[in-house]
């Protein structure tokens, strides 16, 4: 492989000894099976493991079901339906994007609580006592699959308004030439046509729910997530949390070969004629009908969430607590910084690594090194832990033996350790921006550099790089996102003594302490709506390319 790379350009060897890096933490999860301790396994499946075995897989369906339904039908109505509002719903729709599913899980909480306003109105209300009435428990495997529905179902419904977009009009005018009514017309039409990019939806929904660890931990939820957190620090034992990070790894391949399949289908019904289905014009009960419908999941899934936490800030936050505020923005927006920059630039290297040699070896590193969104933070925390502290105990060794000084844990007690968690985690993110923008350059300008005499290296900074700022620029923004609002490799790696907003508004959610955990948490929210209102503005350019 190392040969056949250095046949090839510097960047392909990059590529490969990059996507090597990269993918260590997982050979490291997966080699961890070599070491199987069968008093530990006989401990485990005996207590907890059939339980993370079924609430994890009650979890991702439940999100995958509750995210398909909420984004199938508003992209349903948004792109064939003209009612009022519709413009303003366009916008709102994406906002729970914004909203880290472990924050409106804080939030509602506060909210639904016995001692939260709603239970404590009903009881002054009816002069009911606390055994009195019947109130649904938020904190519950139920209250997580319904709050996460509600902040992943964008993943489903970005997706499915794309593919409704782009199917023809002349579908609808067979169907009402037929005398088919609306409803049998999206039942047996349009939703088999849209199916595969449901589908793609729902299994990247599912893989959030799955490599969620924030929510679940709160709500006192055992999963895999929390069950390798609890084996690390509770058991202290790595090798077994290693091995119940691979089996959850097993269960995200499975989501990720559905998501594949359901690629390869869309391929198969792409192929429109014609313009695309038009919106129909609806006035009166029936248009304030669809509004309310619409309206109800952003209702629930951003507005609702984000007043109450901007009440408690606002009005009842205790000064004293928010006097470490400045550091933890600091603190946040530091590694956010260092990682965006770290990521995007190997991501436009890889980029243009394929653009070079667009080889099987490049595309194929290239695809492996993108499969780290897929896993959640906490296996790659563990995955990132294992060799880099192996890799600090020898240099400690080496340089006590030799200079007879000792570094301490430079590797992986310090930034770099999250730094490299982080490029596993998002690389897919940055290199889909980058490899979107260097399709987009001609040949003919590589062949005219070339021409001119300029190597390969002299070519990217002179033509690729400001032909692809605004790639770049959009991919440093939602890395950047991603890299605030990131809980569970944070809350493993980080330094000692360092926090960051995420950690801290876990902590403090995790004593109690709601109302002092809506500044940190409100700040995430607010800074998570930039990379909404760029996405909101590539889907108007999408229908507007269809209409």
């Keep these: 492989m190392i040969k056949t790379a250095l046949k090839g350009s510097a960047f392909t060897l990059y590529s490969v000894l990059a996507g090597l890096f990269l993918g260590l933490p997982i050979f490291v999860i997966f080699a961890s099976f070599l070491f199987w301790d069968a008093a530990i396994w006989q401990h485990l499946s005996s207590t907890v493991l059939p339980r993370y075995i079924s609430n994890s897989a009650t979890l991702a369906f439940g999100v995958g079901f509750g995210a ?11 792109v064939n339906y003209d009612f009022y509002g519709r413009r303003l719903i366009q916008w709102l729709v994406l906002l729970p994007l914004a909203m880290p599913a472990y924050i409106i899980a804080y939030t509602y909480t506060g909210l639904l609580d016995f001692a939260g306003p709603l239970q404590t109105l009903v009881r002054d209300t009816f002069a009911l006592g606390s055994q009195d009435y019947w109130f649904p428990e938020i904190r519950s495997l139920t209250g997580a699959i319904v709050l996460m529905s509600l902040v992943l179902y964008p993943y489903v419904y970005i997706l499915a308004r794309t593919a409704f977009s782009e199917q023809s009009q002349k579908y609808r005018e067979v169907s009402e030439l037929a005398g088919v009514s609306p409803l049998k017309h999206f039942l047996k039409v349009a939703l088999p046509l849209a199916r595969p990019a449901i589908m793609t939806g729902a299994a990247l929904a599912m893989m959030e729910a799955l490599a969620d660890f924030g929510t679940v931990e709160y709500f006192g939820v055992s999963t895999f997530t929390t069950g390798i957190y609890r084996t690390w620090f ?3 034992d790595i090798n077994a949390a290693s091995q119940l990070s691979g089996f959850l790894c097993l269960f995200v391949f499975i989501l990720i070969m559905i998501e594949k399949l359901s690629r390869r289908d869309s391929q198969n019904y792409s192929s429109r004629q014609g313009k695309s289905a038009q919106a129909k014009k609806v006035r009166g009960m029936q248009s304030a009908f669809l509004f309310l419908l619409c309206s109800l999941p952003v209702t629930f ?12 800030t606002f009005s009842f936050s205790d000064i004293s607590s928010l006097e470490d505020y400045p550091e933890y923005a600091m603190n946040s927006a530091m590694l956010a910084g260092i ?17 070079l040699q667009p080889s099987k070896t490049v595309s194929g590193f290239i695809q492996f090194v993108s499969l780290g969104y897929a896993m959640p933070g906490t296996v790659i925390a563990i995955g990132v832990l294992v060799p880099l502290g192996w890799l600090d105990i020898k240099l400690n060794m080496f340089t006590n033996a030799y200079f007879d000084v000792q570094p301490g844990l430079v590797l992986s007690g310090t930034i770099f350790a999250l730094i490299f968690a982080y ?16 399709q987009r350059i001609k ?8 021409v001119l005499g300029d190597s390969s290296i002299q070519r990217l900074f002179r033509i690729h790089i400001p032909l692809l ?22 809350l493993v790696l980080r330094p000692f003594n360092f ?6 508004a876990f902590e403090l959610a995790s004593d109690e302490r709601l109302i002092d955990a809506a500044l940190p948490s409100i700040t995430i929210v607010l800074v998570g709506i930039l990379p909404v209102i760029l996405l909101t503005k590539t889907l108007d350019g999408i229908e507007r390319k269809y209409a």
């Design 68 to 78: 398909t339904l909420i984004g199938t039908y508003l992209a349903w109505l948004i």
């Design 234 to 236: 509770g058991l202290g």
């Design 301 to 312: 899934g951003f507005i609702v969430p984000f007043v109450q936490l901007a009440i408690w």
């Design 339 to 355: 990682g965006c920059v770290v990521v995007v630039t190997m991501a436009l290297l890889f980029s243009y690594a394929k653009r």
């Design 423 to 438: 490029a596993i985690r998002f690389m897919s993110v940055a290199l889909n921006n980058t490899e979107a923008g260097i």
């Design 443 to 450: 040949p003919s300008m590589d062949e005219a550099s070339k």
């Design 469 to 490: 700022k605004a790639s770049l620029l959009s991919a440093a923004l939602l890395v950047f996102v991603d890299i605030l609002k990131e809980l569970p490799a944070t």
């Design 499 to 504: 926090n960051t907003l995420a950690v801290k």
